[in-house]
């Protein structure tokens, strides 16, 4: 069984649209990210959530949304997309908010391409 | 701020031969350190971590990391390089600071392993 799974692994659309990446995971953690990794394979994280409420806030642009409907499930929300939002973004869980110390679980990634 | 420094941003070794991907941190607290694998086109996994036990830490696939907390480093080592080692890897540090938003994990720029035939 995927432990943390996301849907779609790809993603191609283009500019101006509204698109929604869904996360899942099946391991009964508290916590959930967001990680966007650019072209130069650099992360960066963009939101957490610790049973449903969110913890950290990276300074993105407010085009993205995070959702998370219950903890095991955390969904990025991108409205009005820019050529500049091509990355692949990444979804992770962890146990418990415990300053970072706990393994994060990464999912399968997915590539957004913006044309 | 916490931070990592990644030195070498591509390692190419024969296969057979040892690997060391250089890992230098910056933190202000106790750090949690991390070694993260990237295969082409697939997630981030595991390799081991770093949470205040013993220094030298043992992943997986023979893949260990030592903690040098005068040289704020934390280096990977694997003795002997396969084929299969070839991917990119991420050092990775968390502290334990507790204002706001700065308990997050914070990625060095990866190094990109190759290994020769």
């Known amino acids: 069984d995927t432990a943390v799974s996301q849907t779609p692994k790809y993603l191609v659309t283009q500019m101006g649209n509204d698109k929604s990446i869904k996360c899942e995971q099946n391991?009964?953690?508290?916590?959930m990210y967001w990680y966007k990794q650019d072209s130069k394979k650099f992360l960066k994280i963009m939101f957490s959530?610790?049973?449903?409420?969110?913890?950290i806030n990276e300074t993105v642009p407010n085009r993205f949304s995070p959702k998370s409907p219950d903890k095991a499930h955390l969904n990025l929300h991108i409205n009005s997309l820019e050529l500049g939002d091509s990355a692949v973004y990444f979804c992770?869980?962890?146990?418990?908010?415990?300053?970072?110390?706990?393994?994060?679980?990464f999912g399968p990634g997915t590539r957004l391409t913006v044309l | 701020a916490q931070s990592v420094t990644q030195l070498d941003s591509h390692v190419s070794v024969s296969e057979g031969t040892p690997v060391l991907l250089r890992c230098n941190y910056s933190?202000?607290?106790?750090?949690?350190l991390f070694w993260y694998v990237q295969h082409p086109n697939k997630g981030l996994q595991l390799l081991l971590k770093?949470?205040?036990?013993?220094?030298l830490v043992k992943g997986i696939n023979g893949f260990e990391a030592e903690f040098k907390k005068s040289e704020t480093s934390f280096h990977l080592t694997k003795p002997s390089a396969h084929m299969s080692d070839a991917a990119e890897y991420f050092c990775?540090?968390?502290?334990?600071?507790?204002?706001?938003?700065?308990?997050?994990?914070?990625f060095g720029s990866g190094t990109q392993l190759t290994v020769l035939p």
């Open positions: 992770a869980s962890s146990q418990e908010w415990a300053g970072g110390r706990n393994t994060q679980y």
């Open positions: 391991l009964g953690h508290d916590t």
């Open positions: 959530y610790n049973n449903k409420e969110l913890i």
């Open positions: 933190s202000s607290y106790s750090p949690s």
């Open positions: 770093y949470t205040s036990a013993a220094t």
């Open positions: 990775v540090v968390s502290d334990l600071r507790t204002s706001g938003s700065a308990r997050q994990l914070t």
